[in-house]
């Protein structure tokens, strides 16, 4: 189907452990985001990427590390995951710079 | 840097018109303005988006003064399923991408 989606839904790891959150959109959108909304808060861009092979820091980038070899994906991963890395990240694609967002439902990723 | 500012919460009632407003004073001439709804455990979906005056679509208005300083997200009769967290986001032309912090959206029978 179309759209985007985030795997896993929901991930425990340990302080220290790599962890890989995936991003999956079917529309050919050049950009895609991630961000991480902590509880009752809003949201923080931590990567983004302006097509394939292009990835540009955010407002929160320390500690996590971004790639897109391919337009459809856009995983990120925390090589080394601490407590404070604890949120909820959210994916998101868009055609153009200035154009909609849309979200995917998110991955909510616990530290212990 | 355009920082924007958004009221915590509000509330109001089934059928009434709620305004909400972001500040962002040191808003660029490029820069857009746009707005999202999010409902719990899920990702936040546009509403809306502007550069200037008055933009109208099916489910809201959005209100931005000459000066640019602030923008009102007005939806029209609202709904218990109204009831949301409502963002603000100003991007801009370098792309940085401005959240505000949200406000919740309390819709009363």
């Known amino acids: 189907d179309a759209g985007i989606t985030q795997s896993p839904r929901y991930k425990i790891t340990e302080t220290g452990r790599q962890v890989t959150l995936m991003c999956h959109q079917t529309?050919?959108?050049?950009?895609m985001f991630w961000y991480r909304q902590d509880l009752g808060h809003g949201l923080r861009l931590i990567y983004y990427s302006a097509a394939a092979d292009i990835t540009d820091k955010g407002e929160v980038p320390d500690g996590y590390v971004v790639s897109r070899s391919k337009t459809e994906n856009f995983p990120l991963t925390l090589e080394s995951a601490t407590r404070s890395q604890t949120s909820v990240y959210f994916c998101a694609s868009s055609p153009g710079r200035s154009d909609t967002q849309y979200f995917g439902p998110g991955t909510r990723l616990t530290v212990l | 840097l355009a920082k924007t500012t958004q009221p915590i919460s509000m509330d109001s009632y089934e059928g009434q018109e709620v305004n909400i407003t972001c500040s962002h004073n040191n808003i660029a001439t490029n820069d857009y303005i746009t707005w999202y709804q999010q409902f719990p455990s899920q990702g936040p979906r546009f509403i809306i988006q502007g550069y200037k005056t008055k933009v109208t679509n099916e489910v809201a208005s959005l209100f931005i003064p000459a000066d640019r300083k602030s923008s009102t997200l007005s939806l029209p009769r609202v709904s218990l399923s109204d009831t949301a967290v409502y963002y603000c986001l100003v991007g801009s032309s370098n792309y940085q991408l401005i959240w505000g912090a949200g406000t919740k959206l309390i819709i009363k029978p």
């Open positions: 529309w050919s959108h050049s950009y």
